[in-house]
């Protein structure tokens, strides 16, 4: 009974977010896809509430969690919700992660992929650029708002240091829990495909087919084709999670300590730069220095993000520069507002 009850709570939240969907894609194929899933998945509510026994299936009233990931899927969109709309058992993701048409199709298997293969590696770059962005844009207005206030220079590197380490062990530390968060929820989303197929096969085979069809595969050609992917489990369980939940186990679902290491080291990377000159000079040599230090490392790593965006490397590299050098003069000015005297070692 307790579970015929959970299965309709999961069924009818679907089925609204899926309108929900349909809403924010409306004029577009998409829109249509998910409104037969809400309808499928309202459909699947009524199988769950005979079975609990109940005489007529209960109205479906949205609790907090359920509106606020609807609120920011109106906001965001769902390509960028998607790995939250994925863990509440939304289907019918892949649509986000598939090629757009007029794309050349694949013409080997080692093709098979690539494009997306490509993103992930935009996005480790996107993780390295942002590590030394951060650690140099806030290490270089540490160091330069506590120089401004006229400190010696003993103090100057105390403070560079405990901003290296405070900020690299938090950027850590963050990196880890999210990542961890993150691992164990896309475990627990294949762990559970894996519990239905197995208990579940057939409703799993034409809810797969299904997808299928609405992709534009006729009938027969997508029943056999899950009739085959069926044969193997593990191939069955892979296809089942891209397809519904838009997941990729081939992919890995990445290391919590690889990503807190890169981001430690990736982060020190960016404070140690404005700190260098402290360390082999002092005074209004090594302030000028470090800022000539931090705005040239800027430039290169905002130029670097031209490789993310497509964007002329100049132009990206002066909007990185400008950004840093306008929070280092900020801090350096409070600084100075706030001067305490002390000498310049």
């Known amino acids: 009974m307790a579970q015929s009850g959970e299965g309709w709570l999961d069924e009818t939240r679907s089925a609204y977010l899926y309108r929900v969907i349909a809403e924010v894609e409306r004029g577009s194929p998409r829109s249509e896809l998910f409104r037969k899933l809400a309808n499928e998945a309202e459909g699947q509510a009524a199988i ?67 494009r997306h293969r490509g993103i992930a590696g935009g996005g480790n770059l996107r993780a390295a650029v942002f590590g030394i962005n951060d650690g140099l844009v806030s290490n270089a207005s540490l160091i330069l708002g506590v120089a401004g206030a006229s400190a010696n220079n003993s103090t100057i590197l105390l403070s560079g240091i405990a901003g290296l380490l405070a900020g690299a062990f938090s950027m850590a530390a963050g990196e880890y829990v999210s990542m961890r968060v993150q691992r164990e929820l896309f475990e627990r989303l294949i762990h559970l495909e894996a519990h239905e197929l197995a208990t579940e096969p057939e409703e799993e085979r ?60 990736m982060f020190a990377i960016g404070a140690f730069v404005p700190l260098i000159p402290f360390l ?66």
């Not at 960028?80 to 649509?95: D, E």
């Not at 489990?233 to 807190?260: I, N």
């Not at 590299?317 to 929070?327: E, N, S, T």
């Open 280 to 345: 082999i000079g002092s005074g209004r040599a090594a302030q000028v220095a470090a800022a000539v230090a931090g705005g040239a490392t800027l430039f290169t790593v905002g130029a670097l993000t031209a490789i993310i965006t497509g964007k002329g490397t100049g132009r990206a590299g002066l909007r990185m520069l400008v950004i840093g050098l306008a929070a280092a003069a900020i801090t350096y000015g409070v600084g100075k507002a706030l001067h305490v005297g002390g000498g310049v070692g």
């Open 48 to 114: 769950w509430a005979k079975n609990a026994g109940l005489a007529s299936v209960p109205a479906f009233v949205p609790d907090l969690r359920t509106r606020i990931v609807a609120g920011l899927v109106r906001r965001y969109g769902p390509r960028s919700m998607r790995g939250i709309l994925a863990a509440i058992k939304v289907r019918g993701l892949s649509v986000y992660s598939h090629a757009a048409p007029g794309h050349p199709a694949p013409t080997s298997a080692d093709e098979v992929g690539k």
């Open 206 to 265: 034409e809810e797969l087919i299904g997808i299928y069809q609405r992709k534009g595969v006729p009938a027969d050609v997508a029943s056999g084709l899950v009739d085959v992917i069926h044969k193997d489990p593990k191939l069955a369980l892979e296809t089942h999670a891209r397809e519904e939940l838009g997941l990729d186990p081939k992919e890995g679902l990445g290391s919590p300590w690889g990503a807190a290491i890169s981001s430690f080291v």
